[in-house]
C-alpha cells in the first residue's frame, strides 16, 4: 500500500493552540509523524534577555497559563540562588501551595479534555465544573483563575490570612469525594477502558531512550519527580507517593494524572498544617551578583530546568529554560505507530502537550 | 450580566476563535464559557462554531505571532460581513509582555479591525462575556444598518458586587509618588512611562498594556499603586487608548535657589524616617545642591 | 565508587582528560557539577561516557556574553541529569565557523535542542539528522539571536513606541491634572 500524507491542525487535534503535525498514513494506520511547532513562538528567550530581571518575574508567568506558576517559582529559586537569599521556611510552604493548586487545575482540564474527545460530553462538563473549585479558589486567593502573581525575589507576595487559610482548608476537603469519583471513572468506567487501555503504548525502555518526563515517563513505570530526586523548596518536608503506572498507555497517563491530583489536595493539607509563621518574603530589592545556576521543579507535566547566568547587573547574561513538553513530543512517535488515525487526538491528549510552553 | 437583554426571538450568533499564539490562557477561559453553566455562552445568544464562514463574531486571543499571521487572517477573511472582532486579552490589544520581539507581528489591529477590547491577562470569563456582549450589540447595529448604541453609563454593573480580591485595574496616588519609577521599571507589559513635563512629572499607566500583576504595587515603595477589584474593562475599539489612569507630581521651587524639583512625597519621609521633624520640613524643599549646602554648613557632631 | 562525584570523574576521565569539576550543593543538599572540556569535540566521548552512568540529557544551552564574546569565543553548556544531579559541561567554540558534533547518536532528545542551536545561533551541529527550522517561520532571518544580541545595540522598540505616542495623543493632553 503507498502511504499518504495528511496534515492535521488544532480543529482535528482538539487542541487549543495551534499545533501541526504531518501524518504519513497506510490505509487508516499511522505508520509516520512530523511535529510542526513554532506557531506561537514568540521569542521568549531573547525577549528575557530584554527584560530585567524583575520584570521577567511576569514574563515568564506568561510562557503558558496551565502551568504558570511553575516558571516565576522556578526562575525565582535560580535568582535566590545566585543571590544567597534564603527564602523564609513560610515562603516556601505557600510556593509549594500554589504549585499544586495549579498541578490540580492542570490536570483536571486534560482529563476534561480526553472525555471531550472521547464524546463523554456529559463527563467533559462534569470535570469542568469540578475544576472550577480550583478556578474559584485561584481567584479568590490570588485574584486571577490562571496567572497567580505569586511569586518575587526572596519569596512570595501573597499570603493566606487565617481566614483564607480555612478557606483554602474547605476547598480542598470540597475536592475529595469528586477526585475519588473521577479516578473511579477514569479507570475503570468500560466506555473509557475500551477507548484507552492498550492504547498510545510508550513502554518503559522508549521511555527511557526518548527521555520523557512528568506523568509520560511516569505512566511508563519511571518513578521520576523532580520534587523527590532534587527537592526544593518544601517538598523535603513533606510526604507523597510518586503515582507510577507500568502499561504506558492513555489510560496510565490519565490515572498518573488523577492520582496526583490527589496528592496535591494532601500536600496543600500538609502545607496549611505545617507552615509556620513569619515573613513570607525575605529582603525585597537584593544585590544579584555574577553567577551561574541551575533550579529544577516539577511542574504539571514534569521536570522544569532553568539555567541562569548573570553579571552583576539585573540584566540576564543568559536565561535559558527547557520545559516538560519539549522532552514528549518526539515520543509520539512511539505512541502513535501502528494505530488508527482516529485515535490520533486521543494520544496527542495523553501527553498533555504544551504548546506555548514548547514554542516559548 | 451587563448590556444585552436575551431577545429569545433572535437566533444563536455564532462565535469564532482565532489563536494568535497565546499563552492559552484567553483560550482556557473561553474553553468555560462553552462548558461551565454559569459562564455559558448561550445565556448572552451566542454559542460556538468551528467553522468560520458560519461566523458572526471573532474572538482573537495572542499576541499575532509571525508564524501564524497568514492563517489568521485566511481564517478571518472566512467570516461573511457583518462580522464583529473582539480582541480578548491584552496580547491582541496591545501586545503585552510579548510586544517588541522579534517573532511577533501584533497588535492585530494592524492587520484586522477590531471593534471591542477585553483588558486582562487573562480576563475573568465575566469579563469576556461582557465583551462578547458588546459585540453582539455592535453586530445587530451593523446588521440593521444603525448607529450602535451609546456606551452604557454604567459601564461597570459588578463593580463592588464582587467581594473576591480580584486582581483589576491599578490605581494611582500622585500624592505618594516619588518619582522613583521602580513600577516603570519592574511592568513586564511596558504599560508604564513616566514624561517630565513643563509643571511636573506625568505617570500614564496604559490598561490595555497592563498584565494586572500588581508588581509595580509589590515594590512601590511609598504605596502610590495599588491594585482595585475593577475588572470589567471592555471597551468599544475607539477607547482603546483612552483606557488610561494619569497624575502629575508637580514641580515646586527649591526654597534655596528657586530651581524646580520633585518635592519629596509625605509619604516617602514616612516611610524613611517614620514621621517628620521641623530639620526635615527645612531640608525636603531644597534641591540636591542647596540641601548639601546647608546641611553640610548646619551640621552638628 | 558509589559517590556520584568520583563516578562523573571517573566518567570524564575516559575522554582523555581530567577534567576540574566543581561541586556545589544547595541548602537542601541537591548536588550540581560544573565543568569545561578543553576542546569542543570533546563533548562527544563525554556524553558517551555520561550516558554509562544513566545520565540524560537535559538542555542544551548556547550563549553568546558580552564577556565571551571580548574573548573571541562562544559557549554551549550541556546539562545532564543523572538521578537528581546536574551536571553541566561547558565548551567553547570560536565565533565564526563554530561547529560541533550531534549528539543525536547517543542521546536522541538533542535531536530539538541541536535544532534550535542552528537556527537561534550561527552554530553548525555536524552529523544531525534532521537539520531544519524548527521554531522560526521562514520569514525571520537565520541566527535569529545572534543578530538581536548584544541588547545594548539592539534596540527595536518600534511597536512599542508607535502604541504609545497614541496613547500620549489621544489621552495625554486631554486628562492634565
Partial sequence: ?360 | MATAPKNLSEPLLQLYRINAGSCNGCDVELATTATVASFDVERIGCSYTESPAEADIVLVTGPLTVRVREKVLRAYGEVPEPKITVAVGVCPISGGVFRDSYAVDGPVDRYLPVDVNVPGCPPRPQAILAGIEEAVLLWRARRDGVLPPPVASQPHPEKGAVSTGVRGKMDFNPAACVGCRMCEHVCAGGAIRFNEEFTGLRFTLWHNSCVFCGLCRHYCPTGALTVTDEWQLAHRQDQKYHLTTQGIMPYAPCSGCGELLLPVAPELLRVAFRGTGREIDRLKSLCTECRQKQSIGGRRR | MNDVKDRVQAALSQTGEEPLIEWRSDRKGVLTGWCRLGEAALILPAAEALVGLEGRLSTITAYLTDSARQRGVREIAYHFDLDGTTLTVTIELPLEDARVPSLTMIFRNADWNERELMELYDIQVTGHPDPRRLFLDKSIEPAAFERLIPFSTFTNGAASKALWNKVMTMSGTEKAA
Fill in chain 1, 1 to 360: 500500500m503507498t502511504p499518504s500524507i495528511i496534515t492535521l491542525g488544532p480543529h482535528q487535534l482538539a487542541l487549543e493552540e495551534p499545533m501541526y503535525f504531518k501524518v504519513e498514513l497506510e490505509g487508516d494506520t499511522v505508520v509516520g509523524l512530523d511535529v510542526m511547532a513554532g506557531h506561537v513562538h514568540r521569542g521568549m528567550e531573547h525577549l528575557v534577555m530584554k527584560r530585567n530581571l524583575y520584570q521577567n518575574i511576569t514574563l515568564l508567568e506568561r510562557l503558558c497559563s496551565l502551568c504558570s506558576n511553575s516558571h516565576p517559582s522556578t526562575f525565582c529559586t535560580a535568582v535566590e540562588d545566585i543571590a544567597g537569599i534564603v527564602v523564609p521556611e513560610r515562603a516556601e510552604y505557600l510556593r509549594a501551595i500554589a504549585d499544586e493548586i495549579k498541578r490540580i487545575s492542570s490536570h483536571l482540564f486534560n482529563c476534561a479534555i480526553m472525555a471531550h474527545i472521547i464524546g463523554q460530553g456529559a463527563l467533559f462538563k462534569n470535570v469542568m465544573q469540578i475544576r472550577e473549585i480550583m478556578q474559584e479558589t485561584k481567584e479568590a486567593i490570588y485574584g486571577n483563575r490562571m496567572d497567580l502573581a505569586a511569586n518575587c525575589i526572596g519569596g512570595v507576595r501573597y499570603e493566606l490570612t487565617p481566614e483564607l487559610s480555612m478557606y483554602l482548608g474547605q476547598r480542598m476537603e470540597l475536592m475529595k469525594a469528586p477526585l475519588d469519583e473521577l479516578y473511579r471513572i477514569y479507570t475503570t468506567d468500560p466506555a473509557i477502558r475500551v477507548r484507552t487501555e492498550g492504547l498510545g503504548v510508550l513502554p518503559r525502555q522508549e521511555a527511557k531512550d526518548y527521555a520523557v518526563v512528568g506523568p509520560v515517563a511516569r505512566g511508563s513505570g519511571i518513578a521520576y519527580d523532580v520534587r523527590k530526586k532534587s527537592p526544593y523548596g518544601a517538598y523535603d518536608r513533606l510526604n507523597f507517593l510518586v503515582a507510577t503506572e507500568t502499561s504506558g498507555d492513555v489510560r496510565a497517563r490519565a490515572s498518573v494524572r488523577l492520582r496526583e491530583a490527589q496528592e496535591s489536595v494532601s500536600l496543600i493539607e500538609q502545607c496549611l498544617t505545617r507552615m509556620p509563621d513569619g515573613k513570607s518574603c525575605a529582603d525585597i530589592l537584593p544585590e544579584i551578583p555574577a553567577g551561574e545556576t541551575i533550579a529544577k521543579s516539577e511542574a504539571p507535566r514534569g521536570e522544569l530546568i532553568y539555567y541562569l547566568s548573570t553579571d552583576g547587573s539585573d540584566m540576564p547574561a543568559r536565561l535559558k529554560w527547557r520545559v516538560p513538553s519539549y522532552m514528549n513530543w518526539d515520543a509520539l512517535k512511539v505512541m502513535l505507530k501502528g494505530e488508527r488515525v482516529t485515535d490520533i487526538p486521543l494520544i496527542v491528549n495523553s501527553i498533555d502537550p504544551c504548546i506555548s510552553c514548547t514554542d516559548r
